[in-house]
DNA sequence: TTTCTTGGCGCG
DNA sequence: AAAGCGCGCCAAGAAA
């Protein structure tokens, strides 16, 4: 079965897998759209139906194959191996393949294959989702609003970027949708099939620099992304339990606080509730009916507000104590910024709701959910989308890395070695300073300052040096800080209004409008560069960025908000990714054990196994890679640096 | 009953 | 005319 012959000229053919719930006490058992996302992860899924096609051509005599791996649904017990010998086959004769977003099925299938990963991302050369997300030329609007009014009401939205979308608007095929059933031979192999003429089609009508950050750079990086998938960090559940009792023990306590400090509030509420009921019942013309549903719907009213409702809360604090809970862009809000006010003013139940909340946000929305998402092994896989977000960088879910709270990181260890992990340091700043050549941007970054000093002196019109703030006005730096690099993104006098009354200095808004004058007048070759980018993506204009990542804003009216922005940001995530890449190139170059295991936008984390001579030497190795970059402006070039260093647990 | 939207908030 | 940008997850509430 297996190929010995000459290989054949190269040609490409596409793989496409169908996957399934495999939680057995799931209600979504067994079936591929699964509501609570088993069938997406591999470590909760199987495998249910493996498509091959390859184009039939001179020297092909392969039909399209369909496998079907997986004992639990199909009894196919050779399943993947009859896969493993027609995909090995096809590599001796010459063939790498496409997909469409491959790394779901590299992950799935080196996951349920552990000897075929190395060997799915060594020939895995093209991916016809990515080349589509880079690809200027989108699928217009019109269309995608077409396809969603004509969609099957039980099917699945189709995005810009989905195959059901692409093939029929790109090949002229039939449109379709997706199935409740995939587990059949027919839809897996129009997916695959079209995957393969898609593949043709992007390689025919992409502009070749396109073509080549996807195949040079984007898709290098998420086969690395891949193996961060696979790998994996563990959770420290013990630890992560004991933590979780003690804010359960503290959420009890504020909450019992509250309770006190607001049980006039709940009667209140609870009356008017009721006397709702009543008012509803009083109109109701069955009056034999009407008493014991008024009974029922008396007993379900609630004793007490929610403090979970923003809407209820809203009424305790606004309605009820009559408390200002306008924020500053005017509506009414029980958000952090009313709040903090509010507490500042010295509302101290304001206060103690303050604390419930942070509580409570780790409590339910963090803890749990890792605790849910954990394998057998007390592993969790965080997945990454290269699609995920429209400048390029990457979005994470289930569980979602980057947002992880800096409380719970301790919790998160390396499967068995050691976490390296490095930031990039102030790498916007260096970007904008870069792209702009402003001299006061500059100026910051040669001198090693930071650009938090020197808004906090322009904003507070101090007379001292940058370098002077963190010692002489700590508190007006914190505040400077909220407002970040928003300013270089036009944000206007009343953000800075809000973050600086947020950060302990209340100002009016005439303050801020000083503040942003004077802003403006420090850093005018910056904004004006801004202009000139803004402009030319105004125009429908592609400006690559430092990585060559084609930047175009799809909706020219966006682009005075998202414009400079996408241009920093896409940047700052492909450096991080590609210096990433290339610090594990350069490990494995010298034989060392290393895992990519965690990125978070400008945060790159490996882990390395291996003793104390190999991980000082892998730190040496990493952080230098991370920094083997610089951004070239006229007359210099600006520096990488990275903060960071060996640690047993993430941070 | 399920699905979608909103407000809120964690992170960069 | 005025506007920081980019995500995912949770609970409540509305819509279907």
Redesign the pocket.
Known sequence: MIANGPRSAPFVFAIDIETACAVKDC?HYGKAMC?N?HSLSPWHSEITVIGVVREQDAYASGQPKVYRPEQVFRGDSDGFRHFYQHFYALTQLGGSFTAHNGKFDVLHLSQKIPHMAQMLLNFWSSDTALNAFVWTDKVPPEYLDWYADNKPKES??AGPHSLKTLAPYLLKVPAFWEVEDKDDDEYVLKDTRYTLQLHKYLEQHMPADQLAFVTEKLLPWTKMLVEAELRGLKLDVAGLLAYRAELEKTEAELKAQLDVLWSDAHLAYQSIMMHEVHKRYELMKDTKAREPRRQVALSRV?TSV?????????WLLGTFYGYD?R?L?G?????????IRLASEGKDDVATF?KW??T???L???I??LL?LKDAKDGVHP?Y?PM????G?L??????A??????LKKFFKPLKGKLIGY??AA??AKLIAAYTEDPALLDVIASGDSIHNVNTTAFFALDCQPSEVPELYPRQRKASKN??????????????R??ITQGGFPISLNDAKRMHKNFLAKFTTALSYAKEVVAELEGGGVIPNLLGRPIKIQNP??A???GF??L??SSASDINLDRMHSALGALRAKGIEAYPILT????AGIEVVGDDVCVRLADAVISKELTNMSLPTTNSCITLEVDGGVSDVWN
């Open positions: 209600p509501a996302d699945r939205k609630p929610s403090y979970d409702s923003p809407a209820q809360m809203s809970i924020s862009e509506d009414e809000s029980t958000g952090k910024e009313v709040l303050l909340r942070k409570q946000k780790v339910t929305a963090f749990p959910s849910a997945i989308n995920g977000a429209r400048t960088r979005s994470c879910e289930r569980p979602n980057q947002q992880v709270p800096k409380e930031d990039q790498i916007e407002v970040g690099f928003a300013l270089f993104y036009h944000a206007g006098a009343n953000r800075i809000v973050a009216q966006d005075y908000m998202q922005n996408t920093i940001q978070v936008h400008d945060y």
